[in-house]
């Protein structure tokens, strides 16, 4: 049948490349969240990166410690933390063992499960409307959370980046384009 695309799971193995592609390359994909046995399902419109000790940006800027102990962990881990005493962010682990990566996952486009007028335009307002907290951290992609490519095509020039967000501290990195969102997502 033409026209017709199954969507691919992807593997750990996706994730262990360098971390700016891997973000840049997860815009318009699927994240699936399985919750209450129901699929949540968000395509992914905004990411941010996050890469090595030498990121003043990085939670990792101070070497190896508990918080940043994940981020050291194999490509498709869950870093997921808690922020401001009340926000879940969610991350997925880059790169290759024992070098501190990550891709933020900033914004996703609601697709299935999740009830009409919910914002998920903020990496804290997706992971709430998609149940992600503390009992994430540490997995792996795969059961209960994971990425789909279902054929969803973006134009080179509807992927526009700029500088994080939320990151003042880090000096000149603040300015960094490590940013990487949809223009338009339909």
Known sequence: MRGVFLSMKLSPKFFARPTLTVA????????????????????????????????????????????????????????????????????????????????????????????????????????????IDSTFHGTVVGKKLWVEDDGFKISPDAIKTGPRVGVAYAGKAKDWPWRFRLSVVR
């Not at 498709?76 to 063992?97: A, D, K, Q, S």
Request: glycine share 10%.
């Open 24 to 131: 840049r390359e997860l815009l318009g994909k699927n994240l699936v969240v399985l919750r209450r046995g129901r699929r949540c399902v968000g395509r992914i419109t905004e990411t941010e990166a996050y890469i090595g000790e030498d990121d003043p940006a990085c939670h990792a800027r101070f070497g190896r410690t508990k918080r940043s102990e994940v981020l050291y962990w194999r490509p498709g881990t869950l870093y997921v933390y808690f922020t401001y005493g009340m926000h879940w962010l969610l991350n997925i682990v880059t790169e290759r063992p024992d070098f501190p990566a990550a891709v933020l996952i900033r914004a996703v486009e609601p697709m299935d499960g999740i009830l009409e007028g919910v914002r998920t335009d903020g990496p804290a307002r997706f992971t709430k409307a998609f149940g």
